[in-house]
């Protein structure tokens, strides 16, 4: 859920790092993105969406811990169905906004609550459809980047780039499938957030870094998995699931008093 404090603590940031920035009239009509923001010949649209805790399985965890109960949870990482549609229905805004693709289209994803670090992780693997993959040829767990669906895949011709935040922490994703590639990297925005960024072509550099730069249907995991394996001369590779692990418990009132 978002709010105009929330468009207003965005516009604050963009102006702490050099940009011009204005809310977006809303039109009764159509659903448009949220700000605009410029620095010089640079103009960005920017559409944010705040996710937080879901209401209704933090109602059911609070209902069990009352009970006594151990609260456990067993959370995947990578790309999830729910997170596409929130960055797809942003996608959608600005291409009504901008459909002849004039401005670069950013999406702005904010992760509050409990596991907002979590929350935050899951949108970048959203993007990105990165996939964790083990070699018996590497000692270290590689990422690939584009090796599943993904928001930046899919709408590699209306999204240029997305900024995830959480706490106070701030990371610029770059969309390196977009036909804007090139001269997004020499725009304001790319250059000032630079330090940190995510872009996958300056980390197919990094040793652990891969890109499934192929046009396979993402559904068809082997097919990537071998023209990978070709590729990279590797004669083993598979994925890797990742998933969080934690549990809660509440302590009784006197225990509680100790902490």
Wanted: proline letters at 3%; hydrophobic letters at 30%.
């Amino acid at each position: 859920m978002k709010d105009n404090y929330s468009k207003n603590v965005v516009i604050e940031i963009l102006k702490e790092i050099g940009l011009e920035a204005k809310k977006i009239p809303s039109q009764a009509d159509v659903k448009t993105p949220d700000i605009n923001a410029w620095h010089e010949k640079d103009k960005y649209i920017i559409e944010l969406k705040v996710k937080s805790d879901d209401l209704e399985e933090t109602k059911r965890e609070r209902e069990s811990l009352k009970r006594g109960e151990i609260v456990g949870n067993e959370t995947p990482t990578g790309p999830r169905n729910r997170l596409y549609a929130i960055i797809s229905d942003g996608v959608e805004q600005m291409k009504n906004y901008d459909p002849n693709h004039n401005i670069f289209h950013i999406i702005w994803l904010h992760s509050s609550g409990h596991n907002d670090s979590l929350l935050n992780m899951r949108f970048h693997a959203t993007l990105f459809g990165t996939q964790d993959l083990f070699s018996m040829q590497r000692t270290d767990l590689m990422t690939c980047y584009y090796f599943k669906e993904s928001a930046f895949y899919s709408h590699f011709n209306e999204l240029d780039g997305a900024i995830l935040t959480y706490r106070n922490k701030l990371q610029l994703c770059v969309n390196t499938l977009s036909p804007n590639y090139q001269t997004f990297k020499q725009s304001y925005m790319y250059q000032t957030l630079s330090k940190g960024l995510c872009d996958p072509e300056v980390l197919r550099e990094k040793e652990g870094t891969l890109i499934a730069d192929c046009n396979f249907d993402r559904k068809e995991e082997n097919k990537i998995i071998s023209y990978l394996r070709e590729k990279h001369h590797l004669n083993h590779l598979q994925t890797i699931n990742m998933k969080q692990y934690s549990a809660k418990v509440a302590l009784p009132d006197k225990e509680r008093k100790k902490f």
